[in-house]
Protein backbone atom coordinates (compact mmCIF):
# COMPACT_ATOMS: atom_id res chain seq x y z
CA UNK A 1 0.00 0.00 0.00
CA UNK A 2 1.28 3.59 -0.80
CA UNK A 3 -0.02 7.02 0.10
CA UNK A 4 0.45 10.40 -0.69
CA UNK A 5 -0.86 12.85 1.86
CA UNK A 6 -3.27 12.01 5.10
CA UNK A 7 -5.77 9.67 3.87
CA UNK A 8 -7.93 10.26 7.30
CA UNK A 9 -10.05 7.73 9.14
CA UNK A 10 -13.41 9.05 8.20
CA UNK A 11 -15.81 10.39 11.31
CA UNK A 12 -19.58 8.67 11.43
CA UNK A 13 -20.98 10.00 14.66
CA UNK A 14 -24.07 12.40 15.51
CA UNK A 15 -22.55 15.70 14.01
CA UNK A 16 -21.58 13.83 10.67
CA UNK A 17 -23.75 13.99 7.44
CA UNK A 18 -22.72 11.73 4.98
CA UNK A 19 -23.90 10.12 1.12
CA UNK A 20 -22.42 6.86 -0.41
CA UNK A 21 -22.66 6.33 -4.43
CA UNK A 22 -21.19 3.22 -5.76
CA UNK A 23 -21.70 1.80 -9.02
CA UNK A 24 -20.54 -0.72 -11.72
CA UNK A 25 -20.00 0.90 -14.95
CA UNK A 26 -19.59 -1.70 -17.41
CA UNK A 27 -23.43 -2.44 -16.78
CA UNK A 28 -24.45 0.45 -19.19
CA UNK A 29 -22.52 1.87 -22.32
CA UNK A 30 -19.74 5.06 -20.84
CA UNK A 31 -22.06 7.69 -22.95
CA UNK A 32 -25.25 7.23 -20.28
CA UNK A 33 -22.95 6.87 -17.87
CA UNK A 34 -21.33 10.40 -18.62
CA UNK A 35 -25.30 11.65 -18.12
CA UNK A 36 -24.89 10.04 -14.76
CA UNK A 37 -21.69 12.03 -13.68
CA UNK A 38 -23.39 14.86 -13.75
CA UNK A 39 -26.54 14.09 -12.19
CA UNK A 40 -24.69 12.71 -8.96
CA UNK A 41 -22.57 15.55 -9.12
CA UNK A 42 -25.35 18.00 -9.00
CA UNK A 43 -27.11 16.27 -6.18
CA UNK A 44 -24.25 16.19 -4.09
CA UNK A 45 -23.80 19.47 -4.33
CA UNK A 46 -27.72 20.62 -3.80
CA UNK A 47 -27.45 17.68 -1.28
CA UNK A 48 -24.97 19.78 0.99
CA UNK A 49 -27.13 22.67 0.71
CA UNK A 50 -29.91 21.95 3.71
CA UNK A 51 -26.63 22.37 6.15
CA UNK A 52 -26.45 25.95 5.11
CA UNK A 53 -29.25 27.85 5.78
CA UNK A 54 -30.08 31.38 4.44
CA UNK A 55 -30.87 34.21 6.28
CA UNK A 56 -32.69 36.51 3.88
CA UNK A 57 -31.28 39.63 6.59
CA UNK A 58 -27.70 38.44 5.69
CA UNK A 59 -26.76 38.30 2.16
CA UNK A 60 -23.57 36.48 2.83
CA UNK A 61 -25.18 33.33 3.43
CA UNK A 62 -26.55 33.16 0.19
CA UNK A 63 -23.00 33.65 -1.17
CA UNK A 64 -21.56 31.16 0.94
CA UNK A 65 -24.30 28.48 0.15
CA UNK A 66 -23.55 28.82 -3.80
CA UNK A 67 -19.99 28.70 -3.36
CA UNK A 68 -20.16 25.73 -1.04
CA UNK A 69 -22.71 24.08 -3.58
CA UNK A 70 -20.59 24.73 -6.59
CA UNK A 71 -17.74 23.20 -4.90
CA UNK A 72 -18.81 20.09 -4.42
CA UNK A 73 -20.49 19.59 -7.35
CA UNK A 74 -17.28 20.54 -9.60
CA UNK A 75 -15.14 18.48 -7.55
CA UNK A 76 -18.03 15.36 -7.25
CA UNK A 77 -17.69 15.80 -10.84
CA UNK A 78 -14.36 15.76 -12.02
CA UNK A 79 -14.21 12.82 -9.59
CA UNK A 80 -16.70 10.79 -11.37
CA UNK A 81 -15.33 11.54 -14.51
CA UNK A 82 -12.18 10.46 -13.48
CA UNK A 83 -13.07 7.31 -12.98
CA UNK A 84 -14.62 6.42 -15.70
CA UNK A 85 -11.71 7.19 -17.76
CA UNK A 86 -9.60 5.44 -15.89
CA UNK A 87 -11.71 2.68 -13.99
CA UNK A 88 -10.61 -0.79 -15.37
CA UNK A 89 -13.61 -2.89 -15.99
CA UNK A 90 -12.07 -6.55 -15.60
CA UNK A 91 -11.74 -5.51 -11.82
CA UNK A 92 -13.89 -6.89 -9.14
CA UNK A 93 -14.39 -3.44 -7.76
CA UNK A 94 -17.15 -0.93 -7.86
CA UNK A 95 -16.63 2.67 -8.35
CA UNK A 96 -17.60 4.46 -5.37
CA UNK A 97 -17.76 8.01 -4.31
CA UNK A 98 -18.32 9.19 -0.56
CA UNK A 99 -19.35 12.55 1.02
CA UNK A 100 -18.50 13.52 4.56
CA UNK A 101 -20.14 16.69 5.77
CA UNK A 102 -18.22 17.32 9.55
CA UNK A 103 -18.80 20.95 10.73
CA UNK A 104 -15.24 22.73 9.45
CA UNK A 105 -15.03 20.05 6.13
CA UNK A 106 -16.41 18.44 3.37
CA UNK A 107 -14.65 15.33 2.12
CA UNK A 108 -15.00 13.78 -1.42
CA UNK A 109 -13.59 10.74 -1.52
CA UNK A 110 -13.76 8.51 -4.82
CA UNK A 111 -12.49 4.32 -5.29
CA UNK A 112 -11.44 2.90 -8.37
CA UNK A 113 -9.60 -0.10 -9.56
CA UNK A 114 -6.96 0.04 -12.35
CA UNK A 115 -4.43 -2.40 -14.19
CA UNK A 116 -1.33 -1.79 -12.78
CA UNK A 117 0.64 0.31 -15.82
CA UNK A 118 -2.25 2.86 -14.97
CA UNK A 119 -1.55 3.14 -11.22
CA UNK A 120 2.14 3.92 -12.33
CA UNK A 121 1.19 6.97 -14.23
CA UNK A 122 -1.35 8.07 -12.15
CA UNK A 123 1.82 8.50 -9.05
CA UNK A 124 4.09 9.52 -11.37
CA UNK A 125 1.77 12.53 -11.87
CA UNK A 126 0.72 13.03 -8.44
CA UNK A 127 4.72 12.75 -7.54
CA UNK A 128 5.08 15.79 -9.79
CA UNK A 129 2.28 17.56 -8.78
CA UNK A 130 3.62 17.31 -5.07
CA UNK A 131 7.08 18.19 -5.96
CA UNK A 132 5.93 21.83 -7.75
CA UNK A 133 4.10 25.03 -7.48
CA UNK A 134 0.62 23.81 -8.02
CA UNK A 135 -0.09 27.45 -9.60
CA UNK A 136 3.14 27.33 -11.72
CA UNK A 137 1.81 24.12 -13.11
CA UNK A 138 -1.77 24.59 -13.35
CA UNK A 139 -0.69 27.95 -15.58
CA UNK A 140 1.94 25.17 -17.97
CA UNK A 141 -0.88 22.82 -17.98
CA UNK A 142 -3.59 25.40 -19.75
CA UNK A 143 -0.52 26.62 -21.93
CA UNK A 144 0.49 22.97 -22.80
CA UNK A 145 -3.33 22.19 -23.46
CA UNK A 146 -3.46 24.78 -26.26
CA UNK A 147 -0.75 23.19 -27.73
CA UNK A 148 -0.59 19.32 -27.35
CA UNK A 149 -4.18 19.07 -26.50
CA UNK A 150 -3.23 17.06 -23.01
CA UNK A 151 -5.10 18.17 -20.51
CA UNK A 152 -4.52 15.21 -17.87
CA UNK A 153 -4.71 16.29 -14.28
CA UNK A 154 -6.15 19.68 -14.79
CA UNK A 155 -9.30 19.05 -12.73
CA UNK A 156 -7.11 18.01 -9.72
CA UNK A 157 -5.33 21.04 -10.34
CA UNK A 158 -8.38 23.40 -10.55
CA UNK A 159 -9.56 21.80 -7.17
CA UNK A 160 -6.43 23.38 -5.83
CA UNK A 161 -5.71 26.18 -7.27
CA UNK A 162 -9.49 27.65 -7.46
CA UNK A 163 -11.09 25.90 -4.58
CA UNK A 164 -8.35 25.81 -1.95
CA UNK A 165 -8.74 21.64 -1.72
CA UNK A 166 -6.18 19.13 -0.04
CA UNK A 167 -5.71 16.19 -2.14
CA UNK A 168 -4.58 13.02 -0.71
CA UNK A 169 -4.17 9.07 -2.42
CA UNK A 170 -3.40 5.62 -1.44
CA UNK A 171 -2.88 3.17 -3.72
CA UNK A 172 -3.49 -0.66 -2.65
CA UNK A 173 -3.17 -4.10 -4.97
CA UNK A 174 -6.12 -5.94 -4.96
CA UNK A 175 -5.92 -9.88 -4.58
CA UNK A 176 -7.12 -10.22 -8.22
CA UNK A 177 -4.45 -7.94 -9.43
CA UNK A 178 -4.43 -4.11 -10.28
CA UNK A 179 -4.87 -1.82 -7.83
CA UNK A 180 -7.74 0.05 -6.12
CA UNK A 181 -7.07 3.83 -6.09
CA UNK A 182 -8.40 6.11 -3.64
CA UNK A 183 -8.14 10.06 -4.27
CA UNK A 184 -9.56 12.08 -1.24
CA UNK A 185 -10.50 15.97 -1.45
CA UNK A 186 -11.22 18.08 1.39
CA UNK A 187 -12.22 21.94 1.53
CA UNK A 188 -12.75 23.68 4.67
CA UNK A 189 -15.65 25.51 4.94
CA UNK B 1 -26.67 33.50 -36.45
CA UNK B 2 -24.63 30.61 -35.80
CA UNK B 3 -25.87 28.35 -32.86
CA UNK B 4 -25.01 24.73 -31.02
CA UNK B 5 -26.36 23.23 -28.87
CA UNK B 6 -26.44 19.45 -26.74
CA UNK B 7 -27.95 18.24 -23.62
CA UNK B 8 -28.44 21.41 -21.33
CA UNK B 9 -26.37 23.98 -22.78
CA UNK B 10 -26.41 26.10 -25.79
CA UNK B 11 -24.30 28.74 -28.01
CA UNK B 12 -25.08 31.47 -30.01
CA UNK B 13 -22.79 33.51 -32.03
CA UNK B 14 -24.73 36.95 -33.19
CA UNK B 15 -22.38 38.21 -35.88
CA UNK B 16 -24.60 41.81 -35.64
CA UNK B 17 -23.08 42.06 -32.05
CA UNK B 18 -19.68 40.19 -32.22
CA UNK B 19 -20.83 38.28 -29.24
CA UNK B 20 -20.87 34.68 -28.60
CA UNK B 21 -23.51 33.84 -25.74
CA UNK B 22 -22.90 30.14 -24.09
CA UNK B 23 -25.40 29.14 -21.30
CA UNK B 24 -26.37 26.19 -19.27
CA UNK B 25 -24.33 23.26 -18.02
CA UNK B 26 -20.93 21.83 -20.37
CA UNK B 27 -19.28 18.91 -18.80
CA UNK B 28 -18.54 16.94 -22.12
CA UNK B 29 -16.36 14.83 -22.12
CA UNK B 30 -12.58 15.40 -23.05
CA UNK B 31 -11.48 17.94 -25.07
CA UNK B 32 -12.51 16.54 -28.19
CA UNK B 33 -15.97 16.67 -27.60
CA UNK B 34 -15.43 20.87 -27.48
CA UNK B 35 -14.08 20.27 -30.99
CA UNK B 36 -17.39 22.05 -32.92
CA UNK B 37 -17.61 24.62 -30.04
CA UNK B 38 -13.88 25.64 -30.52
CA UNK B 39 -14.58 25.88 -34.64
CA UNK B 40 -17.64 28.08 -33.58
CA UNK B 41 -15.40 30.43 -31.30
CA UNK B 42 -12.39 30.37 -33.46
CA UNK B 43 -15.08 31.12 -36.95
CA UNK B 44 -16.41 34.36 -34.57
CA UNK B 45 -12.52 35.40 -33.77
CA UNK B 46 -11.93 35.75 -37.34
CA UNK B 47 -15.24 37.51 -38.30
CA UNK B 48 -15.67 40.45 -35.44
CA UNK B 49 -12.54 42.96 -34.69
CA UNK B 50 -13.87 42.92 -30.79
CA UNK B 51 -15.53 39.45 -29.92
CA UNK B 52 -17.30 38.97 -26.20
CA UNK B 53 -18.07 35.58 -25.09
CA UNK B 54 -20.86 36.20 -22.74
CA UNK B 55 -20.96 33.59 -20.21
CA UNK B 56 -23.10 34.92 -17.29
CA UNK B 57 -25.40 32.16 -18.17
CA UNK B 58 -22.70 29.30 -17.78
CA UNK B 59 -23.38 27.55 -14.86
CA UNK B 60 -21.27 24.93 -14.63
CA UNK B 61 -17.83 24.00 -16.69
CA UNK B 62 -16.32 21.08 -16.56
CA UNK B 63 -12.37 21.12 -16.27
CA UNK B 64 -12.30 19.89 -20.41
CA UNK B 65 -14.24 23.02 -20.65
CA UNK B 66 -11.81 25.38 -18.32
CA UNK B 67 -9.32 23.72 -20.90
CA UNK B 68 -11.04 24.67 -24.53
CA UNK B 69 -11.69 27.85 -23.02
CA UNK B 70 -7.56 28.12 -22.39
CA UNK B 71 -6.86 27.33 -25.84
CA UNK B 72 -9.63 29.59 -27.29
CA UNK B 73 -8.25 32.59 -25.03
CA UNK B 74 -4.79 31.31 -26.45
CA UNK B 75 -5.55 31.10 -29.88
CA UNK B 76 -7.25 34.76 -29.70
CA UNK B 77 -3.44 35.57 -27.64
CA UNK B 78 -1.51 34.63 -30.85
CA UNK B 79 -3.77 36.05 -33.49
CA UNK B 80 -2.95 39.57 -34.35
CA UNK B 81 -6.37 42.37 -34.25
CA UNK B 82 -8.26 40.55 -32.26
CA UNK B 83 -9.57 42.14 -29.06
CA UNK B 84 -11.70 39.36 -27.08
CA UNK B 85 -13.56 40.58 -24.35
CA UNK B 86 -15.55 38.20 -21.29
CA UNK B 87 -18.31 39.27 -19.17
CA UNK B 88 -19.10 36.96 -16.18
CA UNK B 89 -22.02 36.50 -13.17
CA UNK B 90 -20.23 36.91 -10.21
CA UNK B 91 -23.27 35.27 -9.01
CA UNK B 92 -22.18 32.32 -10.78
CA UNK B 93 -19.22 30.58 -8.25
CA UNK B 94 -16.98 28.60 -10.52
CA UNK B 95 -16.51 31.92 -12.82
CA UNK B 96 -15.46 34.31 -9.70
CA UNK B 97 -12.67 31.23 -9.34
CA UNK B 98 -11.63 29.92 -12.65
CA UNK B 99 -12.13 32.71 -15.31
CA UNK B 100 -9.27 35.20 -13.63
CA UNK B 101 -7.19 32.68 -14.88
CA UNK B 102 -7.85 33.39 -18.56
CA UNK B 103 -6.87 37.11 -18.10
CA UNK B 104 -3.52 35.82 -16.49
CA UNK B 105 -3.26 33.65 -19.80
CA UNK B 106 -4.11 37.09 -22.01
CA UNK B 107 -3.10 40.33 -20.19
CA UNK B 108 -5.16 42.12 -23.20
CA UNK B 109 -8.20 40.65 -22.39
CA UNK B 110 -10.90 42.63 -20.54
CA UNK B 111 -13.25 40.31 -18.33
CA UNK B 112 -16.09 41.93 -16.93
CA UNK B 113 -18.05 41.02 -14.04
CA UNK B 114 -21.74 41.82 -13.10
Not at chain 1, 134 to 154: F, H, K, Q, R
Not at chain 2, 9 to 18: G, I, K, L
Request: with cysteine; hydrophobic share 35%; net charge negative.
Amino acid sequence: MQEYGDIRELRHDKDTESLNLAFWPSSVPLQQRWRNNGLSADFLGDYVTTFFPLDENDPATRNRRAEIQGAVAFIANELLENAMKFHDHSLPEPITLHLNLEKERITLRETNGTDNATAERFQAFIEHVRESDPDTLYMETLENSATSGNTSGLGYLTMINDYGAELAWRFETLPSGGCRVTTQVTIQI
Amino acid sequence: MSTLSGEGYSVEFHDSDECVAISGTLRLGGLSEYAPLMDLLIQAMQQCRTLTLDLRELEFLNSSGIAALSKFVIRARDHDGCHLVIRGSSAVPWQGKSLNNLKRLMPSLELHFE
